[in-house]
C-alpha cells in the first residue's frame, strides 16, 4: 500500500504562506518604506502622526539588519526609503521650528512618490525570486537524523592528482530516520555542516553555474528539517538504503529535501560529494576541492571525458555501498550499527549521477534497484543489468537532446526487471533537485510545478517504487506512477 503524499493543495497554501520569505525586520522595514513614499498623499491631520511612525518603523527595523548581514534584497527597499525619508519629514521638522512648511504640487510630487514604490516593491519582488530556501516538513512517521563521514579507499588511486600515494577520498552525507527531538533542537544547516562550508559551497555553485554570488546569498543561511547526530529510531527494524550520485559540479546536499522525506518513510539516504568533480568538497582537515571537470567546446571529447567522470562514480557508488555494509556491522563509526539492511538497496542519481547509477547498477549486483533522476545514459558499452529500474524524465521538448530518448529507451531495455520510464509534464531538468525552493520559478531554468509541487512528485514516484522494488509492498505501481506522468513500463521478454 502507497504512503501518503502530501496534497496539492496542501503544498499551495504551504507555498503561499510562505511568500515572499522576509523575516519580521525585513517586512517591518518594507512598511515603513511604503508609509514614508505615500505619506505625502495623506490628510493633513494624518500626516504628522503616520510619517513618524513609519520613519521610527523603518530605523528600528534597518538598523538591527545591518549589524546582523543585510541581504541585497533589501537594498532597493532601503534605496526607497533613503529618497522619501527627506520629502516626508523635512516638513515636520519646519513646522516644529515654526516655519510654513513646503510641498511640491501634486504633479511635481508624485513621480518621485511612484519611484520610491516601485523602488520598494523590487525588495520583495527580489526576496521572492531568490529566497532563504524553506524546506518541507517531511511526511513520513520518524524524525529526521544527519551526519557526514569521509570515507577512504584504499584500493583505488585517485586519478585525478599525480601523487601516486593519493587514494580515492569520497565525503558522504546520511539522513536516516531519527528519534523525536525536543522543541528547539538546532536544525542542520543546508550546504555544509558549518555557515563557513555552506558560504564556502554556494560560492562554488554559483560560480559553475556562472551566477553572481551575491544572487544566491540566501542559500547558505536556510536550515533543514534534520538534526545533526539525533539519536537513530528504536523502531522501524533494519532499514533499506538509498545511494545517492548529484549531477555534474553538484553536491551531496543538492536533493536534502527528497532524502529527507525518504528517511522519514524509514530509508537511510548516503549522498555523495565526488572530490575533482563536485562544484566544492570540503575536507575533514578543512581543504576545499573545487571541481576539474568543464566543457572543452569539443562534443567527441566532451562526451569521453562525461563517460569516464561517470565510471569513476559509479565506482564511487559501490564502494560507500560497501561502506554501509562495514557501517552496518560495527566496522565502522556510527550508531547505525545493526539498522542498514544493505541487502536492500537502491543507487541513484540526478543528471551525471544518474547515468553513474545506470552503470553502477550493472556492474555491482548488490544493488537491489536503480534510479536515474534525467540522466542520460553514458556507459560507453551498455550490457544488460538484473535491477528494476526506474527513469524519471524532464518534459520532452524542442530543445532535448534527439538522442537522449533513444539512448535510455536503448538502456532501459536491457533490464532483465521490469524498467520504467516517467515524463513528468512541467518538469525541467533542475525540478529533480532543490533548485525550484531558492531560484527564480522560470519554466526553461526549474520547470513550471512550483516550488512545492516539484519536491511532491518526485518524492511520490520514488517512493511508490522503492516501496515495491525494495519492501515489495503490494499495490499498482504502474499506477501510482502513471498519475504523474506519461509512462512507458519496460518488461523482460517484450519485444526490442
Sequence with gaps: MWRRAPRAEDDRVTEIIAGPQMSLLEILALLGAVVLAVARWLPPAARPPVTIGAASAFVLSAAPLTVLGLRWQMLPVLAGAALALPFAVSPLIRRRAGRPARRARWWMALPGSVLCVVLTATGPAAAWAFPVPVFPEPTGDFAVGTRVLQWTDPDRPETATPEPDDRRTVVVQLWYPAQKSPAGTRRARYLGRTEQEARTVSDALARYAGLPGFLVDGVPRALTRSVPDAPVAVDGGRFPAVVFSPGLGGVRTQNTAWAEELASHGYVVAALDHPYDSAAVVLADGRTIGTEVGSTGDDEEDNRRAAETAGIRAADLSFVLT?????????????????????????????????????AARQDRRFAAVIDLDGYPRDPTPLPFHQPALALTQAIGPGTDARYIPRLTEVLKLSTATGYRLTIPGAAHLTFTDAPLYLPPVPAMVGSLGRTESRRVVAATTLAFLDSTLRHEPGDLA????????????RPGDSR
Design 323 to 359: 561502506q554501509l555494509d562495514r557501517l552496518d556491522r560495527g566496522g565502522a563509526e556510527g550508531a547505525l550499527t545493526g539498522r542498514l539492511d544493505t541487502g536492500r538497496a537502491a543507487v541513484t542519481g540526478h543528471s551525471l549521477g544518474g547515468a553513474a547509477a545506470l552503470q
Design 479 to 490: 499506477g501510482a506512477l502513471s498519475a504523474h506522468g506519461e509512462l512507458t513500463v519496460y
